[in-house]
């Protein structure tokens, strides 16, 4: 298969690792590939992708009429030259622009997943410009991939879903979590706990919609019962100095390490006792995915999709979003309470599959070939 990848930028997160392992696939098992990504970075890190790759300058986040025309046209050039079999877009401004460039160039398959609705994410005064773009574009799609049941519903519910939708969630690198360095596992533990202290661990960009103050000031909470813990913040972005000021205005600095940007999360997960997710919308949290398979008791923010991954007292703790006493009460419950924890850990791996980067890819891989052979 001929495949041409689109996606926005490729700062760390959900979306963009869930694209760049499937490219990486798909180029390892021989078939074309070419990933085309904007040139815009960020504080929140940025992935390399091993596969042919194409940085598009005019493909930029914001609404940019002009750098939105160039980039139209250029998308519609490369389909035009490239002839691919299919097109997979994901993230807003690169499905909205390929859905037209790889309909005018006359692509045989076109195909978009949507991580969570663009008009979720802090643009509510213009909500029905994002809703009725994505009516538009939609129509111009072969096939939507969907990464969890409530955005399914939404969609319906507004209009923008009618037919050809499939679930095929985003999934984690189960293996990678299953084979982690134990021995830098232990070092790391021994680097962020040398006193015993007990490890919450929060692992994610610090920009909206996640909000890792709430899991700071539930710190703060939890310390009034428990002194021996520490809250370990992987990450960044635009949200590290209020998150900072906010630290040392609780006067937690000895209390909380924010460590940046990291290569070896899965060690530093490894190394936690918990794992904490904070946002107020959520697709698919591979955060609360990765804590999973690396047998940790995880406590997530009950928004979108997590409850599909996370059920209350069942494999996981829910908490409503930004309530720090809400978040503070679920971590003491996991301090005090150690058969609770081993239940949630039992039970959470029994659905590790269902939520695999190993599914996901084969998944993907039987949709394109039915919708090929469709079309011949």
Same mark, same amino acid.
């Given at each position: ?170 999934? +984690? /690198? ?6 982690? !360095?134990? %021995? &830098?596992? @232990?070092?790391?533990?021994?680097? =962020? ?120 007292? +069942? /494999? ?6 930004? !309530?720090? %006493? &809400?978040? @503070?009460?679920?971590?003491?419950? =996991? ?42």
């Amino acid at each position: 298969m001929k495949i041409i990848y689109t996606i926005t930028r490729m700062v760390i997160g959900g979306a963009q690792e869930t694209a760049k392992h499937t490219a990486e696939y798909f180029h390892q098992q021989g078939h074309e590939v070419l990933f085309v990504t904007g040139a815009e970075a960020g504080r929140e890190g940025y992935y390399e992708v091993a596969a042919p790759t194409l940085i598009m300058p005019s493909l930029v986040r914001a609404i940019r009429p002009r750098q939105d025309l160039r980039a139209l046209i250029s998308l519609y050039r490369l389909f035009r030259r490239h002839k691919p079999d299919i097109v997979h877009a994901r993230t807003a401004k690169a499905r909205f622009l390929t859905a037209f460039a790889a309909r005018l160039a006359g692509v045989k398959v076109v195909v978009q997943t949507m991580h969570g609705w663009s008009f979720n994410m802090q643009v509510d005064s213009n909500r029905w410009l994002y809703v009725l773009a994505e009516k538009i574009a939609t129509r111009f799609y072969d096939w939507t991939i969907m990464v969890a049941e409530p955005d399914i519903e939404t969609g319906r519910r507004i209009g923008v879903l009618q037919k050809n939708i499939s679930l095929i969630r985003s999934g +984690v /690198n189960v293996d990678r979590m299953h084979n982690i !360095d134990t %021995a &830098a596992a @232990a070092r790391l533990r021994a680097e =962020l706990a040398p006193n015993g202290e007990t490890i919450f661990a929060l692992v994610g960009r610090l920009s909206m919609p996640k909000t890792p103050h709430i899991a700071v000031e539930a710190l703060a909470l939890v310390m009034k019962r428990y002194a021996n813990v520490r809250l370990v913040i992987v990450g960044d972005g635009a949200q590290r100095e209020s998150v900072e000021a906010l630290i040392e205005r609780l006067g937690l600095g000895s209390h909380v390490v924010m460590l940046g940007l990291r290569r070896d999360g899965a060690e530093i997960v490894a190394a936690s006792d918990f794992v904490l997710h904070s946002s107020e919308h959520e697709g698919l949290p591979k955060t609360i995915l990765e804590g999973m398979a690396a047998g940790k008791p995880v406590i997530g923010t009950n928004v979108d999709g997590v409850p599909i991954v996370l059920q209350h007292e +069942v /494999n996981g703790l829910l908490v409503e979003k930004n !309530d720090p %006493a &809400a978040m @503070a009460a679920a971590m003491q419950r =996991l301090i005090a309470d150690d058969a609770l924890c081993a239940r949630l850990v039992v039970n959470a791996n029994k659905r590790l599959y269902d939520f695999s980067l190993a599914k996901t890819i084969l998944d993907t891989e039987a949709l394109y070939r039915e919708l090929l052979a469709a079309k011949r």
